[in-house]
């Protein structure tokens, strides 16, 4: 008699990037840090006192090292597949930052009591096929009996310091382009409730498995001035991020915003992810849009999302060809909003404006 395939969703109470602390949460848990001062560190480009996704070290010779963290339960029933996802997701800090991953080492957390040790092994295989996919070593790693399901990577980069690129340096008029359509939260959920059509699962983990890797790329292209990647606390989360980072605030087109085209029938079913209640609650108070749809899919927590990009109006024509050479969808390849400065006062509030075109 054949046993039934291991459900690696059952074993977990949160998915993805949507395990993610709420930034309101993460603020508080950041400001009682705060409170002990660090110690003050020329080289330390980037460190905690900022948010962005990964922290970089001044080698001293025109380069610097970027060294990020990422890690989550798992948001596919498949082993390797999560092992690739929770990769992908990982590389990707590396890739916001302008950088090239150099190294990665495993973070296992593992339920031995529930789970079989050679299910994480097809976890670690995953990973290992990504690595290799981005050209770098799975170097080692470390490993706990955990109450429930965890792996992540730490991962290690090279960037040269001019090519950096921060989630703060965006510019008044740049504008804004999203690599990867919105909605796997929304399809997760779907899966986790066994409405997921098969197409649509197949989408979703074609998104989770696509390396970030044009963000080296971006991080030479002229006009680029700010990027992140945008993951589990949506697209409005991270877009606040980058705004209050750089004293701007935004407009968007929600009808050109990339999302993922069969969001609706899921919508409509109630498959909304518990993190974006959570992450509206953190943010939304800065925010205003129109509809309930529009909520539902821009504080959409994503799991190994794509990049946010700020380009110069005038760089934008250029980069847009870039993009369509790479063969993004056209979606993808036209701008969904802009940056305006937030000394004028119709931009104060709200920090992020959404608009129907």
């Not at 400001?31 to 480009?45: E, F, G, K, Q, R």
């Not at 690739?84 to 990665?104: E, H, K, Q, T």
């Not at 992450?279 to 539902?296: D, F, H, M, V």
């Amino acid at each position: 008699m054949e046993t039934s395939p291991i459900k690696l969703t059952k074993y977990s109470h949160g998915a993805g990037c949507g395990c993610k602390i709420s930034p309101a949460v993460l603020d508080k848990i950041l400001h009682t840090c705060a409170t002990t001062a660090a110690i003050p560190n020329p080289a330390l480009l980037v460190g905690n006192d900022k948010r962005d996704d990964a922290a970089v070290f001044d080698l001293g010779d025109g380069k610097a090292l970027i060294s990020t963290t990422d890690f989550f339960m798992p948001i596919v029933d498949d082993a390797y597949d999560f092992g690739r996802i929770a990769s992908v997701n990982a590389i990707s800090d590396v890739y916001a930052m302008g950088g090239r991953p150099v190294l990665a080492i495993a973070i296992l957390g593992w339920p031995v009591e529930r789970l079989p040790p050679e299910c994480a092994g097809q976890v670690l295989e995953g990973a290992r096929a990504v690595c290799t996919e981005a050209g770098i070593p799975l170097a080692g790693g470390h490993s706990i009996d955990c109450p429930e399901p965890v792996f992540g990577l730490a991962v290690n980069g090279l960037v040269t310091v001019a090519a950096l690129k921060q989630n703060s340096t965006a510019t008044p008029g740049c504008r804004l382009y999203l690599t990867k359509p919105l909605g796997v939260g929304i399809l997760s959920t779907a899966g986790k409730r066994g409405i997921l059509r098969e197409e649509d699962a197949a989408v979703a983990l074609k998104s989770m498995t696509t390396l970030n890797r044009l963000g080296e790329t971006f991080g030479q292209t002229p006009g680029v001035t700010a990027m992140t990647d945008v993951t589990g606390f949506g697209l409005l989360g991270h877009l606040t991020e980058m705004c209050e980072g750089s004293r701007l605030s935004a407009i968007i087109d929600f009808e050109k915003v990339p999302m993922i085209p069969s969001l609706s029938r899921y919508i409509d079913s109630g498959c909304i992810p518990g993190g974006t209640g959570r992450n509206w609650a953190s943010y939304g108070g800065k925010i205003s849009l129109s509809s309930e749809e529009q909520r539902t899919i821009l504080a959409d927590p994503q799991t190994s999302g794509g990049l946010l990009v700020a380009v110069t109006e005038e760089c934008a024509p250029a980069f847009e060809e870039l993009l369509r050479k790479y063969g993004l969808p056209e979606a993808c390849c036209r701008s969904f909003g802009y940056l305006r400065a937030s000394e004028d006062p119709a931009a104060k509030n709200p920090l992020i404006l959404v608009t129907m075109g």
